[in-house]
């Protein structure tokens, strides 16, 4: 028995020393091979086997089989969990690429730089590395680039492989902080959530719901309403036309079995609409080109059976891929067969009390391949030729057919149009025109990229305009389209605002794959609050039936919205970036102050700060007034919390998670 129990006792040792050597076999995984666009934080994409613009990767005239693509400033991130051995490439900028900015690539680990390349240009030879990452917990790819207006910014990590452990493989970093909630539930009571004024056009038709959060069913009533409109008490909504220029101060009411809440609105009949920045929702990033009409019908009944309408929110977009062909009494452009029912759809999210937006572009085609505003024949057709060469015929073509188009969208009763892609002043300005003849109020909302030195052109002839590149859900995604904004600050203001893009929160996609998204809790905070700080449009870019308690929360904090929708309309200012602290401030119209301290840890000065390492850490910071500004007492009221903290008079501290903020509203005492 003895005998029988030592041979099995070896053989279990056995066993077990053939298990570790297994476990220490490593293998070598191409980058190329991994699902690389998951790992990506950048806003261009990554190619695998590619180049940034989908050719063969090539450095100095050398041509790589293997590797990946970067376009600009890339950031790709890997979770080793101490499961790799090393990591190594060939770098260098591609010979597609822009033949003047200098690049840098690094390879960071758990906080610490493993591989700087220094300055690379076009025409240098590659230069190849091999990094050790034993024991390596997070790894970083990174390429530091000015990359600011230019186009073809392409540089790649060639014949890149990385060791790993047995049958391991890289891993997404983890997203997993507290998804902690701030602000507190609504009343039972009626409280008014619509914005304090409203532009509209005289003649042209008057279409504005009275939004309340509290107990349902709720009864609506106005006082000193214009003749010429018609409120319906059960809905909130008010319909009709104001034919002279001027203004009318009113008073919308809301009452149900437990209270009764006022609001004072200012109507303004005249040219400017969009007194305040549009909120709603607009279809890319949760359904791409498998949008359609029952997608926009249940998105606008979860916006107002998940209570998102009560506190503002009633643009429903639809992006790119709604576009049919060319025919009616306007030959314009018609809604393709996945919207069967266009207009029907249109007058029931109408019904609801909610407004509809679509999407067009002057090319021939939209970016999605779609038919655009412009054709080279005369009839505009879209022959096959066209469909099967989609990226061929992105250009304005010989006839153009925006009157027809404003006519055919204002007979639908469409309430707001994304005109697309990389706009030029003349285009942009031909659809202006085309829509302030139309005979409906639409808000104009320009996209891609609107270039800053037309700034004032873009303030002129649109309603909105995109300030930067198609935002990503990373951290350097929303650093680079929000707290790089100050300069177009001055610009923005009632009827025409700075856009940053659409938000990223929720479950997100750009087409390729639904995932939560991958900013952190505290970015997510920073996220709403500096776009209210800025005075931005507020569109929701995820599936709204998909929202979860958090990001709703984070979506329905009124005071927060208040900041967004003030009617003085002036963006925050950056006032001040020192200890890794950035400070914006925005005046409002009733003299106090809204006021924001971002924990940006000095993101983008060290490639280290382009990483989540998962040991970063809040800081305690000193506000003083002075720095500020202002002088004198103030009465501070924390947004988020929607709690007051009482009358200081020089400063306060206050404690900021790492990527995220604290929100401030600032009330003198006099």
Same mark, same amino acid.
């Given at each position: 028995?003895? $005998?029988?129990?030592?041979?099995?006792?070896?053989?279990?040792?056995?066993?077990?020393?053939?298990?570790?050597?297994?476990?220490?076999?490593?293998?070598?995984?191409?980058?190329?091979?991994?699902?690389?666009? /998951?790992?990506?934080?950048?806003?261009?994409?990554?190619?695998?086997?590619?180049? #940034?613009?989908?050719?063969?990767?090539?450095?100095?005239?050398?041509?790589?089989?293997?590797?990946?693509?970067?376009?600009?400033?890339?950031?790709?991130?890997?979770?080793?969990?101490?499961?790799?051995?090393? +990591?190594?490439?060939?770098? #260098?900028?591609?010979?597609? #690429? %822009?033949?003047? !900015?200098?690049?840098? +690539?690094?390879?960071?680990?758990?906080?610490?730089?493993?591989?700087?390349?220094?300055?690379?240009?076009?025409?240098?030879?590659?230069?190849?590395?091999?990094?050790?990452?034993?024991?390596?917990?997070?790894?970083?790819?990174?390429?530091?680039?000015?990359?600011?207006?230019?186009?073809?910014?392409?540089?790649?990590?060639?014949?890149? @492989?990385?060791?790993?452990?047995?049958?391991?493989?890289?891993?997404?970093?983890?997203?997993?902080?507290?998804?902690?909630?701030?602000?507190?539930?609504?009343?039972?009571?009626?409280?008014?959530?619509?914005?304090?004024?409203?532009?509209?056009?005289?003649? %042209?038709?008057?279409?504005?719901?009275?939004?309340? /959060?509290?107990?349902?069913?709720? @009864? =609506?009533?106005?006082?000193?309403?214009?003749?010429?409109?018609?409120?319906?008490?059960?809905?909130?909504?008010?319909?009709?036309? !104001?034919?002279?220029?001027?203004?009318?101060?009113?008073?919308?009411?809301?009452?149900?079995?437990?209270?009764?809440?006022?609001?004072?609105?200012?109507?303004?009949?005249?040219?400017?609409?969009?007194?305040?920045?549009?909120?709603?929702? %607009?279809?890319?990033?949760?359904?791409?080109?498998?949008?359609?009409?029952?997608?926009?019908?249940?998105?606008?009944?979860?916006?107002?059976?998940?209570? !998102?309408?009560?506190?503002?929110?009633?643009?429903?977009?639809?992006?790119?891929?709604? @576009?049919? $062909?060319?025919?009616?009494?306007?030959?314009?452009?018609?809604?393709?067969?996945?919207?069967? $029912?266009?207009?029907?759809?249109?007058?029931?999210?109408?019904?609801?009390?909610?407004?509809?937006?679509?999407?067009?572009?002057?090319?021939?085609?939209?970016?999605?391949?779609?038919?655009?505003?412009?054709?080279? =024949?005369?009839?505009?057709?879209?022959?096959?030729?066209?469909?099967?060469?989609?990226?061929? =015929?992105?250009?304005?073509?010989?006839?153009?057919?925006?009157?027809?188009?404003?006519?055919?969208?204002?007979?639908?009763?469409?309430? =707001?149009?994304?005109?697309?892609?990389?706009?030029?002043?003349?285009?942009?300005?031909?659809?202006?025109?085309?829509?302030?003849?139309?005979?409906?109020?639409?808000?104009?909302?320009?996209?891609?990229?609107?270039?800053?030195?037309?700034?004032?052109?873009?303030?002129?002839?649109?309603?909105?305009?995109?300030?930067?590149?198609?935002?990503?859900?990373?951290?350097?995604?929303?650093?680079?389209?929000?707290?790089?904004?100050?300069?177009?600050?001055?610009?923005?203001?009632?009827?025409?605002?700075?856009?940053?893009?659409?938000?990223?929160?929720?479950?997100? /996609?750009?087409?390729?794959?639904?995932?939560?998204?991958?900013?952190?809790?505290?970015?997510?905070?920073?996220?709403?609050?500096?776009?209210?700080?800025?005075?931005?449009?507020?569109?929701?870019?995820?599936?709204?039936?998909?929202?979860?308690?958090?990001?709703?929360? !984070?979506?329905?904090?009124?005071?927060?919205?208040?900041?967004? *929708?003030?009617?003085?309309?002036?963006?925050?200012?950056?006032?001040?970036?020192?200890? #890794?602290? *950035?400070?914006?401030?925005?005046?409002?119209?009733?003299?106090?102050?809204?006021?924001? +301290?971002?924990?940006?840890?000095?993101?983008?000065?060290?490639?280290?700060?382009?990483?989540?390492?998962?040991?970063?850490?809040?800081?305690?910071? %000193?506000?003083?007034?002075?720095?500020?500004?202002?002088?004198?007492?103030?009465?501070?009221?924390?947004?988020?919390?929607?709690?007051?903290?009482?009358?200081?008079?020089?400063?306060?501290?206050?404690?900021?998670?790492?990527?995220?903020?604290?929100?401030?509203?600032?009330?003198?005492?006099?």
């Amino acid at each position: 028995m003895k $005998n029988v129990l030592n041979k099995f006792s070896k053989l279990v040792f056995l066993f077990f020393i053939l298990q570790v050597v297994h476990a220490q076999q490593t293998n070598k995984l191409w980058l190329d091979d991994l699902v690389i666009q /998951t790992y990506s934080e950048g806003i261009p994409g990554v190619n695998a086997k590619m180049n #940034g613009g989908g050719d063969s990767i090539r450095i100095a005239g050398k041509v790589f089989k293997r590797g990946i693509g970067v376009q600009a400033t890339s950031i790709l991130s890997f979770y080793l969990k101490g499961n790799a051995t090393e +990591f190594s490439a060939a770098v #260098g900028v591609d010979d597609q #690429g %822009n033949q003047f !900015l200098p690049h840098q +690539f690094y390879v960071v680990a758990d906080g610490k730089v493993l591989f700087a390349s220094g300055d690379m240009k076009y025409g240098d030879k590659p230069k190849s590395f091999t990094v050790d990452l034993r024991g390596v917990q997070r790894m970083g790819l990174l390429v530091k680039v000015n990359d600011q207006g230019f186009t073809k910014v392409y540089s790649n990590f060639a014949d890149a @492989q990385i060791t790993m452990i047995g049958d391991t493989k890289p891993m997404n970093i983890p997203n997993d902080g507290e998804r902690y909630i701030l602000t507190p539930a609504s009343k039972p009571s009626p409280r008014i959530n619509t914005a304090p004024v409203f532009g509209v056009t005289p003649g %042209n038709p008057f279409l504005f719901t009275i939004v309340a /959060t509290g107990e349902k069913p709720m @009864q =609506f009533a106005v006082d000193r309403l214009p003749k010429g409109l018609t409120l319906d008490s059960k809905t909130g909504i008010i319909t009709g036309k !104001l034919m002279e220029k001027g203004n009318h101060e009113i008073v919308l009411k809301a009452r149900n079995k437990l209270g009764e809440s006022q609001k004072s609105l200012l109507i303004k009949v005249g040219d400017t609409i969009s007194l305040t920045p549009p909120m709603g929702w %607009n279809g890319w990033n949760s359904w791409a080109r498998q949008i359609d009409g029952g997608k926009v019908i249940a998105s606008a009944k979860a916006m107002v059976n998940m209570g !998102l309408k009560d506190h503002g929110w009633n643009y429903v977009n639809i992006d790119d891929a709604w @576009q049919g $062909n060319r025919a009616g009494k306007y030959n314009a452009m018609q809604a393709n067969e996945k919207f069967p $029912n266009f207009k029907e759809m249109i007058d029931e999210i109408h019904g609801m009390g909610l407004k509809l937006g679509v999407y067009s572009t002057p090319w021939i085609t939209s970016y999605a391949g779609y038919i655009g505003g412009s054709s080279n =024949f005369e009839n505009g057709a879209f022959p096959d030729s066209i469909k099967n060469n989609k990226r061929s =015929f992105r250009y304005i073509g010989k006839y153009r057919f925006e009157k027809e188009d404003a006519l055919q969208m204002a007979d639908w009763g469409v309430d =707001f149009l994304k005109y697309d892609w990389r706009l030029e002043v003349p285009s942009a300005e031909r659809m202006s025109i085309a829509l302030k003849q139309s005979g409906r109020d639409m808000i104009y909302s320009l996209s891609n990229s609107a270039p800053f030195s037309d700034v004032k052109d873009w303030v002129r002839i649109s309603n909105m305009y995109r300030t930067g590149p198609d935002i990503r859900d990373s951290w350097h995604g929303l650093y680079r389209c929000t707290f790089t904004l100050d300069k177009w600050g001055p610009y923005g203001g009632p009827g025409h605002w700075n856009d940053p893009d659409m938000m990223i929160l929720g479950n997100v /996609t750009t087409g390729t794959d639904m995932h939560p998204t991958r900013l952190t809790p505290d970015e997510q905070y920073s996220h709403i609050s500096l776009f209210a700080l800025l005075s931005a449009p507020l569109l929701i870019g995820c599936p709204i039936e998909q929202l979860d308690a958090f990001t709703l929360n !984070l979506l329905t904090n009124d005071e927060v919205i208040d900041i967004d *929708q003030d009617p003085l309309g002036k963006s925050a200012r950056l006032i001040a970036d020192e200890g #890794g602290v *950035q400070t914006w401030l925005k005046p409002m119209q009733d003299g106090s102050y809204a006021v924001g +301290f971002f924990n940006t840890d000095d993101y983008g000065k060290l490639p280290q700060s382009f990483f989540r390492w998962g040991t970063e850490k809040p800081k305690n910071f %000193n506000v003083t007034f002075a720095k500020l500004g202002l002088k004198g007492k103030w009465r501070v009221h924390d947004v988020w919390r929607q709690k007051n903290l009482g009358v200081k008079e020089s400063s306060f501290t206050s404690i900021i998670p790492h990527h995220g903020v604290t929100m401030y509203r600032l009330y003198p005492i006099k």
